[in-house]
């Protein structure tokens, strides 16, 4: 089945860090550009990052640029995100994306929670 | 970053059409035909439901039809059906430097 199982999320206490990872299945994973998009509890979706086949060009939200890392490794046919300093405002579902056109994803992840709290 | 404004909420009886509006700029909406829509039903991830403005993924009902003009993108559904209830996003590639795109507020949709 194609799919993105995502993993790694949890509670962490502000100023820490976490490492999320996604892993694709039944398709060519190494073909696609890959992004991380997040929602707040109760809140609309917000693009966090995204990587380039081959990981040649990385973006970002502004909010989470020198903290949050993305990466991929086309090998094991997954995608990661490190984030480190997390705030309260980073608590959320995290997607991983497949983008299938500009701006545009057409297989989500399941989402795994990111809870930033003391 | 400035979401794109879109209703709270819009609704309609079964087999009625609605329409929900996504308002952006002449940087995102106004300015590419990368205007995408997504569906999300509760506790579950949004699925992608028209892209480029215009265009449905393969399984998607055709009761589902995109538009733009200017400044504001446009997502109907036709003969409503109870499975259309859920909450709608759109989104749009943004030229700015700043991000990739912009989500919508997002719109519930319910079906009396």
């Known amino acids: 089945e194609v799919q993105l199982v995502e993993s790694g999320g949890g509670l962490v206490q502000p100023g820490g860090s976490l490492r999320l990872s996604c892993a694709a299945s039944?398709?060519?994973?190494?073909?696609?550009?890959m992004s991380w998009v997040r929602q707040a509890p109760g809140k609309g979706l917000e693009w966090v990052a995204n990587?380039?086949?081959?990981?040649?060009?990385?973006y970002y939200l502004d909010s989470v640029t020198g903290r949050f890392t993305i990466s991929r490794d086309d090998a094991k046919n997954s995608l990661y995100l490190q984030m480190n300093t997390l705030r309260a405002e980073d608590t959320a579902i995290y997607y991983c994306?497949?983008?299938?056109?500009?701006?545009?994803?057409?297989?989500w992840g399941q989402g795994t929670l990111v809870t930033v709290s003391s | 970053q400035s979401a794109l404004t879109q209703p709270a909420s819009v609704s309609g009886s079964p087999g009625q059409s609605i329409t929900i509006s996504c308002t952006g700029t002449?940087?995102?909406?106004?300015?590419?035909?990368?205007v995408s829509w997504y569906q999300q039903h509760p506790g579950k991830a949004p699925k992608l439901m028209m892209y480029?403005?215009?265009n449905r993924p393969s399984g998607v009902s055709n009761r589902f039809s995109g538009s733009k003009s200017g400044n504001t993108a446009s997502l109907t559904i036709s003969g409503l059906q109870t499975e259309d209830e859920a909450d709608y996003y759109c989104?749009?590639?943004?030229?700015?430097?700043?991000?990739?795109?912009?989500f919508g507020t997002g719109t519930k949709v319910t079906v009396l």
């Open positions: 989104s749009s590639y943004s030229s700015s430097s700043a991000f990739d795109r912009v």
């Open positions: 480029d403005v215009t």
């Open positions: 039944e398709f060519t994973f190494s073909d696609y550009w």
């Open positions: 990587i380039k086949q081959g990981g040649i060009e990385r």
């Open positions: 994306v497949r983008d299938f056109a500009v701006a545009t994803s057409d297989l």
């Open positions: 002449s940087s995102d909406v106004g300015g590419h035909n990368f």
